[in-house]
């Protein structure tokens, strides 16, 4: 990973309130909070990123040289290509901690719920 890319990751993460060795999520999960706070990327346009195929580095590579020649922001190059790809653009996205979340509590009903069932036979 780049140099650049790290120092943008750290500096999102601290802006975001998660320091330290223990991280709450995933890194994977962790990289899109920091580019998120880093580059002022809505709920929406993360969800959209992901669902294009992005990863957090490839954002914040992309950002170095877009800033330099004057393109788009990031958050228009990713609208533009989520809506070539499916015809529409998302408005309102669940916050990518709270989807996390929701992941974790879905999992843990489910072993719950399969926890207390006796195989028959």
Known sequence: MD???????????????????RLPFSRRVCEWIAA????????????????????????LTYEKPRRKRGMPCVN?????KFRTRYGFVLEDALPIEEERRGRILQESSWTDATAGVEEGG
């Open 36 to 59: 998120r706070e880093v580059l002022g990327l809505s709920h929406a346009e993360v969800h959209m990123a992901r669902e294009v195929g992005f990863n957090p580095t490839s954002i």
């Open 3 to 21: 140099r650049y890319v790290v120092a943008r990751i750290t500096e999102g993460l601290r802006k975001a309130g998660i320091v330290g060795n």
């Open 76 to 80: 228009r190059f990713v609208r533009s």
